[in-house]
């Protein structure tokens, strides 16, 4: 599986960001997909994850700010980010599991500053 996420940038706080991750190679036996994300000095975290039901895990710091989505083939899931705050400051991730095995993408940055 390979994983090309897409989306980061600068952006002011309270503004917003759709990060959005594509997956090849194996595609459709994807049972979760998602982001974390490493902010300098700190460890990677969770954001979210969407599993193949449908049903979705946040960080709570992210909860009712941040919403993951996945299309119907379940190849794509995007994060849409809305009011940032400079906390979630961090390279974001990409992430999906296969049966039992797990895959990352490249980093991309998101950074909020004014």
């Known amino acids: 599986v390979q994983l090309q996420a897409s989306g980061g940038g600068l952006v002011q706080p309270g503004g917003s960001l759709r990060l959005s991750c594509a997956a090849s190679g194996s595609g459709s036996s994807i049972n979760r997909m998602g982001w974390y994300r490493q902010a300098p000095g700190n460890q990677r975290e969770l954001v979210a994850l969407?599993?193949?039901?449908?049903?979705?895990n946040y960080a709570d710091s992210v909860k009712g700010r941040f919403t993951i989505s996945r299309d119907t083939a379940k190849t794509t899931a995007d994060l849409q980010m809305n009011s940032l705050q400079p906390a979630d400051t961090a390279v974001y991730y990409c992430?999906?599991?296969?049966?039992?095995?797990?895959?990352w993408g490249q980093g991309t940055q998101v950074t909020v500053s004014s």
């Open positions: 992430y999906a599991r296969r049966y039992a095995t797990g895959y």
């Open positions: 969407i599993y193949s039901d449908g049903s979705a």
